[in-house]
């Protein structure tokens, strides 16, 4: 059992599907409508971000087959992309807007989408265990993480939180991520050259657990986040590291690490609470109730197209209801991802 000095909580992220503009599930929302044409960072900060950027040669677009299936490609003038809806020829994407429809050979269509770091993290290589978007978004909002802070993360692996924090610190603040596997490092640096926040992100090879943080950032950092296996070993380096009143983050997929992990911040952390993120999924309709059959009747009988009748004395649409917006819950639900264990630094006088 934890100790009642430490707090567990399990939240839940309440997501929407189907519906208007192909509203997709969680806090991620894939909205067609409103954010089809946003790129992965505002590059300079001084322009407003552009709703009309169309595609070019050699960028990146997040090609939009269905919900669940989604792919990052290049745009290469000479190049097409086959798959079960036909070819579709990179050269008919340049030049339209993001967001577009496009059709190939056969009548089939995708949407070509702008790289945001919610998609990015659905299509990304995995290396390792990712972080998705519910834990993702509670971890910036947790720590603060504004533009201009200074973070420190310890587990690079595919690199899917460090693609949110480099926006979030955008544009005057960086992410220094460390990983111990030099190839997985090598390859996160790949990546964020693609995704364009490479000016925001210095990936190091380094053991944290073993080593620590390198000395030079010792009491700069605004927030540190470890996904290590032994996070504990980790803890006095990161404190060392962080601003007084900074604020720590610990990612553990099982609940004895993270009884481990607070015996061990109890020394030099205060407010030392644990949360459990559970996404929710819902199906959005909007629908019309049969009342025909009166209060002894079917009335939970749905009609989900409007029915259109002509001709002398028919009344179907005087029967059905307005239109009203229903919702309920998938019946397929994501488990257990980990726990994510949040302490501030105390501030000595």
Same mark, same amino acid.
């Given at each position: ?13 309440? @997501?929407?599907?189907?519906?208007? @503009?192909?509203? !997709? ?10 954010? &089809? ?14 709703? !009309? ?40 994407? =340049? ?8 059709? #190939?050979?056969?009548?089939?269509? =995708? ?12 299509? /990304? !290589?995995? &290396? ?7 834990? =993702? ?16 993360? *310890? @587990?690079?692996?595919?690199? #899917?939180?460090?693609? !949110? ?29 693609? %995704? ?5 992100? %210095?990936?190091?090879?380094?053991? =944290? ?6 000395? +030079? ?15 504990? /070993?980790?803890?006095? #380096? ?25 015996? %061990?911040?109890? *020394? ?10 559970? /996404? ?27 029915? &259109? ?12 209801? #307005? ?8 019946? +397929? ?17």
């Amino acid at each position: 059992m934890i100790r009642p000095k430490y707090e567990l909580y399990s939240l839940y992220s309440h @997501g929407v599907s189907g519906g208007w @503009g192909a509203l !997709s599930c969680s806090c991620y929302c894939i909205l067609f409508y409103k954010f &089809r044409s946003l790129r992965m960072l505002p590059i300079d900060p001084t322009k407003k971000i552009s709703f !009309s950027r169309i595609v070019c040669d050699g960028d990146l677009v997040i090609v939009y087959e269905r919900h669940d299936n989604m792919k990052a490609v290049k745009v290469c003038q000479d190049s097409v992309l086959q798959n079960r809806f036909g070819v579709f020829k990179h050269s008919d994407w =340049i030049g339209k807007p993001f967001g577009s429809k496009v059709f #190939s050979n056969k009548g089939g269509f =995708i949407y070509l989408l702008a790289p945001t770091p919610e998609l990015w993290t659905l299509v /990304l !290589s995995h &290396r390792t265990q990712i972080l998705y978007i519910a834990d =993702i978004s509670f971890v910036v909002m947790y720590l603060e993480i504004v533009p201009g802070c200074l973070v420190l993360e *310890s @587990g690079t692996g595919s690199g #899917s939180l460090t693609t !949110s924090l480099a926006r979030a610190v955008a544009p005057t603040g960086h992410v220094y991520t460390f990983d111990f596997h030099e190839q997985r490092a090598a390859s996160a640096r790949e990546d964020f050259e693609k %995704t364009e926040v490479c000016n925001l992100v %210095t990936v190091g090879v380094r053991d =944290i657990q073993g080593e620590g943080f390198p000395e +030079e950032f010792s009491g700069l950092a605004d927030s540190v986040f470890l996904d290590l296996p032994q996070p504990w /070993l980790a803890i006095p #380096s990161a404190a060392k590291m962080l601003k007084p009143d900074g604020a720590l983050c610990s990612f553990s997929p099982c609940i004895e690490q993270v009884q481990r992990t607070c015996d %061990t911040l109890i *020394s030099k952390f205060t407010d030392i609470r644990t949360f459990e993120v559970l /996404l929710r999924t819902y199906e959005v309709q909007e629908v019309r109730m049969n009342c025909s059959q009166g209060d002894g009747g079917n009335l939970g009988s749905l009609i989900r197209k409007r029915r &259109r009748h002509s001709g002398k004395g028919n009344n179907v649409q005087d029967n059905l209801s #307005s239109p009203t917006v229903m919702a309920r819950p998938c019946s +397929e639900a994501k488990g257990h991802t980990g726990y994510l264990t949040f302490a501030r630094l105390k501030c000595l006088s």
